[in-house]
């Protein structure tokens, strides 16, 4: 059986999984309208401040050798060895990095001092390897906004596989003109925070984040969550590179795989909802071709907009703490239904005893991937 | 025992499938007009072809050489087909397009079409979409082929219900440019020109370096 561990979270609404959950559950946000280095207009984007990652700086050996992104990752990483007390050097633990632009700011010319090799995902791993030692090189995982659940997934093969005892899949992406610009050429940002699932939704806020959890078999490491990562699939649309299937295909196929049918003990679906037209009508309709109407859903991104690589992981640990407080998470900024597929969002905060949820993502290049995590 | 039932190998201007060289343009050619001359020499029509970037480009004329005598794709429930590429720049030749498109305020034109290729998986999607392939996907970025990660991840699709699987490497960084796709298969003894070697690391470092390149 294979197992969630230790987790950390280190968003705008906190550094550690403890405080976002806090900060969730009081119904605080992290996006917000900001003015950016770059630009004379405000964009509402989720963004970490600047002065709370000074204070954290002291934690990290060499603080001003790494970029924001790894400075963030060492932090996130080393928070879940700590709690695990797992040693980095162990041979049997693996590092899977999940990123969509990891340090794509160095093309920004933003640091003086880092060789701009870092670039590359494949040597900004191991940078992170070198400082932490590890036994292995990391996997470096880079598929779109499904990285993160995707890398859970992996994580989960990899163990049964037999090659590893532990793998901690840590997720990160930063806020970059270089992303902002992008999806604004696309017209798919908001300028307020986003409204997933809502009739009024116009599209995504962009945030930064990066999240780490451990995958184990050690049953001793599965407290206090005791659950278990039942299945994952993934699943492409072939359908169009940058819009998702109307019918919800690949996703549909995810659905059908992970849930084969039983569908009773499902708490909630943690849903992908960017708040891009599209992309949540999409998922509306896979979910209810899957039969799973009932099922109450959220999307995260009305918290911490859409963070790319972290996305998958940091939407899973909220997941699991939210199932460990059996509590259903409020879908922020949902107020009245703006989808076509029959589904029941989670409209306020509420307690609710469950042993199972869903998390799905969706992204540009047709993926899907989706997961089911249960109680042991 | 799983097996590679075929490959297709895109360096130096030339293509070689099964370790045979079948096309080679002039190596003075730019990496633009050397897919444009290897996409006339394939014979396919596929007006998306023009569209993508030079990494997707890349990926689909090495997938297409590598699938073309085969019967992978009729042979493969394609819902259990998965693809699994990877390379050591991801999407960074298209991303410097794009930050180059932002990098001067009073010439700022960033584009969807340049933007929507910033992913590395995007090669993937293309794949998909020329085949309806709609199985797993996974995009992996290692400092060089990395053949033990690849075989790994895709005994391990296998075990978990793949049946078929699109692997490889395709990487495109300034004036450098590689790609090789092998073709693996659940054991089963149907298939049309089969090279049929052992999915394992062996096989995939032995037929990588297979290829004897004009030089």
């Not at chain 1, 791993?125 to 990391?138: D, E, M, R, W």
């Not at chain 1, 169009?240 to 003990?265: A, E, V, W």
């Amino acid at each position: 059986m294979i197992f969630t561990s230790c987790n950390n979270i280190i968003s705008p609404l906190g550094f550690s999984t403890q405080e976002n959950y806090q900060a969730v559950s009081n119904s605080i946000i992290g996006v917000k309208k900001i003015k950016l280095p770059f630009s004379q207009d405000e964009f509402c984007v989720a963004k970490i401040s600047d002065d709370k990652v000074q204070e954290q700086l002291t934690h990290i050996k060499n603080a001003g050798t790494h970029t924001k992104l790894e400075q963030l990752s060492i932090l996130s990483i080393q928070d879940v060895l700590n709690q695990s007390g797992i040693h980095p050097k162990d041979n049997r633990t693996l590092l899977i990095y999940s990123t969509t632009k990891g340090n794509i700011d160095i093309l920004e010319n933003t640091y003086k001092n880092i060789d701009s090799k870092r670039v590359y995902l494949s040597v900004f791993a191991k940078h992170l390897q070198s400082y932490f030692q590890l036994a292995h090189t990391p996997v470096v995982l880079s598929n779109a906004c499904i990285s993160g659940i995707l890398a859970i997934i992996i994580a989960k093969r990899f163990i049964e596989q037999g090659a590893y005892d532990n793998v901690l899949v840590c997720g990160g992406d930063i806020l970059s003109e270089f992303t902002i610009s992008g999806f604004k050429s696309f017209n798919a940002l908001s300028n307020e925070p986003s409204k997933p699932f809502d009739a009024n939704r116009v599209g995504i806020n962009l945030g930064e984040a990066v999240s780490t959890i451990l995958v184990t078999n050690q049953k001793e490491l599965a407290t206090p969550y005791n659950t278990q990562i039942v299945s994952g699939v993934s699943a492409n649309d072939a359908n169009h590179i940058s819009g998702p299937s109307r019918t919800g295909d690949g996703l549909f196929q995810c659905l059908t795989q992970i849930t084969d049918k039983n569908t009773n003990d499902i708490g909630f679906i943690s849903a992908h909802g960017t708040a891009t037209p599209f992309n949540d009508e999409m998922e509306s309709i896979a979910f209810d071709r899957a039969g799973l109407h009932t099922i109450p859903v959220n999307s995260l991104k009305g918290y911490y907009g859409h963070t790319l690589g972290a996305a998958g992981v940091l939407e899973t640990v909220l997941s699991l703490e939210s199932m460990k407080h059996h509590r259903l998470i409020k879908s922020e900024g949902y107020e009245t239904k703006g989808v076509t597929g029959n589904i029941t969002m989670i409209e306020s905060h509420q307690d609710k005893n469950f042993t199972s949820f869903i998390k799905t993502a969706s992204g540009f290049g047709g993926c899907n991937a989706v997961a089911l995590f249960r109680k042991i | 025992m799983n097996t590679i039932n075929s490959y297709a190998h895109i360096k130096y201007n030339q293509v070689s499938v099964n370790g045979e060289i079948v096309f080679q343009s002039n190596p003075s050619l730019s990496l633009a007009e050397f897919l444009s001359e290897a996409y006339k020499a394939l014979g396919v029509s596929y007006p998306k072809f023009h569209k993508m970037d030079a990494q997707c480009k890349l990926g689909f004329l090495c997938a297409e050489f590598a699938l073309k005598e085969t019967s992978f794709l009729t042979e493969n429930d394609l819902t259990k087909t998965a693809i699994v590429l990877s390379n050591a720049a991801s999407s960074l030749e298209t991303d410097r397009i794009h930050q180059h498109s932002i990098d001067d305020r009073s010439n700022y034109f960033p584009s969807p079409a340049v933007f929507v290729y910033t992913l590395p998986n995007i090669t993937i999607g293309e794949l998909a979409i020329k085949h309806k392939i709609t199985g797993e996907n996974a995009f992996f970025v290692s400092e060089q082929l990395d053949a033990n990660l690849l075989v790994n991840y895709t005994e391990s699709l296998i075990q978990s219900g793949s049946e078929a699987a699109i692997v490889g490497w395709v990487e495109v960084d300034g004036a450098n440019f590689e790609a090789f796709i092998f073709l693996s298969e659940k054991q089963k003894d149907t298939n049309k020109n089969a090279i049929f070697k052992p999915l394992n690391q062996t096989s995939v470092i032995t037929i990588y370096n297979q290829t004897i390149w004009t030089h």
